[in-house]
């Protein structure tokens, strides 16, 4: 979406000599005042458990990637920060996208359908952002909110709103594989990094992060975490499991194989993770542990075993857990980690 901010000064001829240097005045000041809006929080969702960042502005200056911590939460060219859903069953909850300052909405743009890139033939052409939003601050600052839920905007143009005010809910319009919100700063029409100033090629931003200190404190840096995680009685698909399917607490005893399963963001070439199966007596089921090879934005991965030929499995509650260790500063340690559980009865 291209955003263009024209302002227009009309002068009045005739006009007494102080009139018109009180005008003058004021709209020098009125262009003095640049100063950056405090950003608060742009979603209604608990960052870390409801929702998660898993993508930064990009600060590389060249074909690589890099985000503000110079880590890997990135990809070429990308210019927003994405706040993202763990999956499609938390978008129809429905989760309240909110201006984050006050502002005027400069322009809108509805009636995109919320569906995978991955899963549509449909061109976009110029459409990329889906369904979307763009405020207007004062001094060139303008904030973007893209991938909307066709229909969830609340907002007309030209409309004067409060920061935290409800624009619209997060959704999977336009190119997108993910719900998540894709929320852009600019000033002058170029990128602006909301975590902090520093131009590339110094991907390490030193300061000046344009957040309030309430919403701050929410906002630490996540190098990766576990999406969702949980058992299944047959092998699992991961766009299935995407759409909320094998989450159930029991299965039954006679299930044809037992599997462990993790759906997480943020993995790098050499990382090794560790997959296991426990028993109700602690016994160790299945186990696995493997290097990954590959970085990957989503990494979906799982572990099973074939339920005892004859016979069932025991009654009980089953243990699943999941580690990813990373050398940092030459050793191996845990990186992220997850523990389920499933009662077979």
């Given at each position: ?68 911590r ?6 070429d060219?990308?210019?927003g ?5 763990v ?8 989760v ?19 569906i ?71 000033r002058?029409?170029?990128?602006v ?21 309430a919403?701050a ?21 991961r ?17 044809p ?22 028993a109700?007596d602690?016994?160790v ?41 990373r050398?940092?500063d ?16």
């Amino acid at each position: 979406m291209t955003v263009t901010l024209t302002l227009k000064h009309h002068g009045l001829a005739g006009m007494l000599a102080g009139l018109a240097a009180l005008i003058t005045v004021s709209v020098a000041g009125e262009h003095a005042v640049a100063a950056p809006p405090e950003l608060e929080i742009p979603v209604a969702c608990e960052i870390g458990k409801e929702c998660f960042i898993q993508f930064y502005v990009d600060r590389d200056g060249g074909t690589g990637a890099a985000d503000y911590r110079c880590g890997a939460l990135s990809y070429d060219g990308h210019k927003g920060t994405d706040f993202r859903l763990v999956d499609l069953p938390a978008m129809n909850r429905g989760v309240v996208v909110r201006a984050a300052a006050s502002g005027r909405v400069r322009a809108i743009r509805d009636g995109e359908s919320d569906i995978s890139a991955d899963e549509s033939s449909r061109r976009l052409d110029g459409r990329e952002a889906g369904n979307a939003v763009v405020l207007v601050h004062g001094g060139g600052w303008e904030t973007q909110y893209n991938h909307l839920m066709k229909g969830s905007i609340t907002v007309a143009k030209g409309q004067q709103v409060r920061s935290g005010e409800a624009l619209g809910l997060i959704g999977l319009s336009g190119n997108t594989t993910f719900p998540h919100l894709d929320f852009t700063v600019r000033r002058g029409g170029k990128i602006v990094d909301p975590f902090g100033d520093g131009a590339a090629p110094a991907c390490a931003a030193t300061g000046g992060d344009l957040w309030s200190a309430a919403a701050a404190k929410h906002l630490a840096y996540q190098p990766g975490a576990v999406l969702l995680a949980g058992f299944a009685a047959q092998i699992p698909d991961r766009h299935n499991i995407r759409r909320g399917a094998h989450r159930a607490a029991e299965l039954s005893t006679l299930a044809p194989i037992l599997i462990f399963w993790v759906d997480m963001f943020g993995s790098v070439a050499g990382d090794t993770e560790r997959f296991r199966i426990l028993a109700p007596d602690g016994t160790v089921v299945a186990e696995r542990q493997q290097r990954l090879d590959k970085s990957a934005h989503q990494h979906f991965e799982s572990i099973g075993r074939l339920r005892p030929d004859p016979g069932a499995w025991p009654a009980g509650t089953y243990r699943g857990e999941y580690l990813l260790f990373r050398e940092i500063d030459g050793e191996r340690r845990p990186f992220i980690g997850a523990v389920r559980q499933i009662i077979l009865k």
